[in-house]
């Protein structure tokens, strides 16, 4: 019996290493960005001692603040637009069958699975050939396309469990199509919209492939201005956003996952 | 009279609401996703003019140029990448997502948010800073150093071990997910009958959980295996050049020689080689629906 629990409490313990060495894997490129974001040399090779001024530095560059602002806002306006488009698919999937469903369904697939390279380039080809300038707006029409799919299919996982009769019942009640819409369905998959919209968000602002190809000159992103950066060597000052970004991002994420697991907990 | 009346405005009512809630999804779908893969394909098999305009005549002679001698090196380096990346991935992703799924909920919740967490961080900041600790006189070659294990530094960055590293990095969560989806689905009332008729830990494992997880496996192989194929920013920022992937070949034709059609006829491939992917998922019972939803 004692050996046992000595065979188990082993386990734990090496399953905790284990663990705990991926999560050092995962987060010590962070921790090198926040720490060099105070150090006072700028060749990023060692920490020389600490100093606040490249925050200051960040927040006189323009061209950097400039291509955030631009992650943002392609984030922003390609979330929306995909959500919007997202749900009422997956809605209209659910509920109604017609012919060419399966059609969609496996297009649906296709930004899933394909390298994001061939998306990329497909869409600046047929860019160019309709002339559609690139900036802002081409991305923000590739970020749309490549983010469907995922608002899809979570709002989809929602409705599988989803009654349709409560729906029903504010027809008989006299609501139409629109309010039951609005008022019914769309709270019901609130949870399942709000997933998907996140996803979409994240997908947004990390991307680097597709935004690389449908990017204007004036159009930068974040992480497209770092990769250029890259090449002739990232100041201090880019770290100095980043770990700004992280700061923020870490405290929205834990508040949230903690009132989530919180309210999940009450439920069950 | 009256009846086709109400016939036709059932008709209407029923298909009012599809059609609003359809049809932007087709039209987008359409125009962003089916012209543009079409269009590819179109320019696979034209040419180009001496200032790198489109020429539209038929010729095969993009895809010709696919067996390139200098190519080939490069393919197999790609494959090379691509496939330690994701055997790697599974070996490390599997127990780690074994572990997320037999946890207590609340550290299983922990565990997913911190996986997903970097993602929020822009990928190449962080691959900046793996760049930074793989340096020659970056950190990690420091602490080597310091505690005696060499003598010289070592040479870490701009290797196609770097790269391997790099996309192991990046692609990771991709492989865990998937694999914590069918972990978690897996019957314990199985592995406990095992148990009981005597069998072993590994036999148990090697008999039951691994088949029965294996649909996880795969979706995770495709996850990692076909990005791995494309992500030209890894191996710029830690291969410097040296290890080149069918990303950079395309990233090139596009962005620097202006040969459009043979960076499509290139693409066409990284297609091909997907779509037969997905097929053997399917043929071998995996569900397309687990594939990429996180």
């Not at chain 1, 770990?243 to 949230?256: A, E, G, M, P, Q």
Request: proline residues 4%; aromatic residues 12%.
């Amino acid at each position: 019996m004692n050996k046992r629990r000595a065979v188990k409490a082993t386990k734990k313990i090496s399953a905790r290493i284990f663990s705990g060495l991926v999560f050092a894997f995962l987060y010590l490129p962070i921790a090198i960005v926040v720490l060099f974001s105070f150090n006072i040399s700028k060749r990023n090779i060692l920490f020389e001692g600490f100093t606040l001024d490249w925050y200051s530095v960040m927040a006189q560059n323009d061209a950097l603040l400039q291509a955030f602002a631009n992650t943002l806002i392609v984030a922003s306006c390609s979330t929306l637009i995909a959500t919007m488009i997202g749900t009422l698919t997956a809605v209209g999937m659910f509920r109604y069958k017609f012919r060419g469903k399966g059609v969609i369904d496996a297009l649906l697939y296709i930004p899933v699975v394909i390298p994001e390279i061939v998306l990329g380039i497909a869409l600046l080809s047929v860019f160019s050939l309709c002339s559609i300038p690139l900036g802002l707006i081409s991305m923000i029409i590739a970020h749309v396309t490549f983010s469907i799919p995922f608002v899809v299919f979570t709002v989809r996982a929602r409705l599988s469990g989803y009654d349709r009769s409560v729906e029903e019942a504010a027809m008989d009640l006299g609501a139409n199509r629109k309010k039951v819409f609005f008022h019914i369905t769309v709270p019901i998959l609130l949870p399942g919209i709000l997933s998907g919209a996140i996803l979409a968000f994240t997908l947004s602002i990390d991307d680097i492939i597709i935004s690389f190809f449908t990017t204007g000159a004036t159009s930068t992103t974040f992480p497209l201005k770092v990769l250029e950066l890259v090449r002739s060597g990232v100041s201090p000052d880019v770290y100095a956003l980043s770990t700004l970004i992280i700061l923020v991002t870490f405290t929205i994420v834990v508040v949230s996952q903690t009132f989530a697991y919180k309210r999940n907990k009450k439920e069950s | 009279m009256r009846m086709k009346l109400k016939t036709s405005h059932k008709l209407r009512s029923k298909m009012l609401p599809l059609i609003t809630m359809v049809s932007p999804v087709t039209l987008w779908l359409t125009l962003l996703i089916v012209i543009p893969l079409l269009y590819l394909l179109v320019i696979s098999f034209a040419s180009t003019d001496a200032s790198h305009n489109i020429e539209f005549s038929f010729t095969f002679k993009n895809y010709a140029k696919l067996l390139d001698p200098t190519l080939l090196t490069i393919y197999g380096n790609s494959l090379v990448v691509a496939g330690l990346t994701t055997v790697l991935c599974v070996l490390i992703g599997y127990p780690f997502a074994y572990i997320m799924a037999r946890t207590t909920p609340f550290r299983k919740t922990l565990m997913m948010i911190f996986l997903m967490l970097p993602f929020w961080t822009n990928s190449i900041i962080r691959l900046y800073g793996w760049r930074t600790l793989l340096g020659t006189n970056g950190y990690i070659n420091n602490i080597l150093e310091t505690v005696g294990i060499i003598k010289e530094p070592l040479n870490m960055l701009f290797t196609r071990e770097a790269v391997i590293l790099g996309m192991i990095y990046t692609l990771f969560p991709f492989m865990v997910l998937p694999l914590h989806t069918a972990i978690d689905k897996l019957d314990k009332n199985l592995l406990e009958a095992a148990s009981d008729l005597g069998a072993r830990a590994v036999r148990s494992f090697f008999h039951i959980t691994l088949p029965l997880t294996a649909s996880g496996i795969f979706a995770g192989v495709i996850m990692v295996f076909i990005p791995s194929l494309g992500y030209f920013f890894v191996s710029d920022l830690l291969g410097g050049g040296k290890s080149q992937l069918i990303g950079n070949v395309i990233e090139r034709q596009f962005k620097e020689a202006f040969n459009w059609p043979f960076g499509a006829a290139l693409s066409i491939v990284l297609i091909l080689i997907t779509l037969l992917l997905v097929k053997i998922y399917t043929k071998a019972g995996g569900n397309v629906d687990e594939l990429g939803v996180v």
